[in-house]
């Protein structure tokens, strides 16, 4: 089965975690918390707009850790935060707290992973259309969980196609590792995380999910669009 993992902000809105009961029930396999930043650097407008709205309620990395901690929910839960948050004193300790069992750092290099203090929290590492074989391969090895591939050389963010570039580099990720292999940034309608997960073993999806919490969508009407991307994934044939 295809993995599909939607994103959201933490403490975009009141109430924000109902979007995450939404998200398991419409068929989400794990989600994606984005810890909010006020410099985040591989996001795009919308994601930036999110930790925008989020700092402005006040929110910060152990308000939203609390929500999840209250909340719980049955699919695993995957933080995503910058290296000057991860590499602090205790974080591995409260994510833990919060029933959150993966990380991603996107900006944390390959060669400071050993200053990562995340016991019992598996660490994904990102690759790119531009990262050379002998990196990829130690990517491969290293990673935790799923590897998590960059569709394209840029930021975060909807767009109306998917990249030529993630089908070549989701390839060169499944000669290197025995991990699932996701793809995201621009993954944007059903059609599009089919596509993508004709090639890998299933998709990120950001940016298209926070706009519609953004402009307002209910949790039920954000649970119908995941809905709508699990029933492209569905019918994908599994890679070989």
Known sequence: MKLLMPYITGGVVPGWTAYLSAFEHAGADLIEVGLPFSDPTVDGPTIQESSDAALARGTTP??????????????????????NIALR????????????TGLIVPDLPLDELAGLDVPG????????????DVRLAEIGRRSQGFVYAISVM???????????SAVTLAARLKQVTD????LGFGISTPEQAGEAAAVADGVIVGAAVMRRILDGASPAEVGAFVASLRAALSLVAPVR
Do not use: H, K, M
């Open 121 to 132: 929290v598996q660490v994904s590492l990102l690759a790119s259309p531009a990262t050379p």
């Open 62 to 83: 152990a308000s939203v850790l609390q929500d999840l901690a209250d909340v719980r929910t049955g699919i695993p839960l995957v933080a995503s935060t910058y290296a």
């Open 179 to 182: 991990l699932p292999v996701l």
């Open 89 to 100: 004193p205790g974080f591995g300790d409260a994510l833990t707290a919060a029933g959150v």
């Open 154 to 164: 840029g930021t975060t963010g909807e767009r109306d196609r998917l990249a030529p």
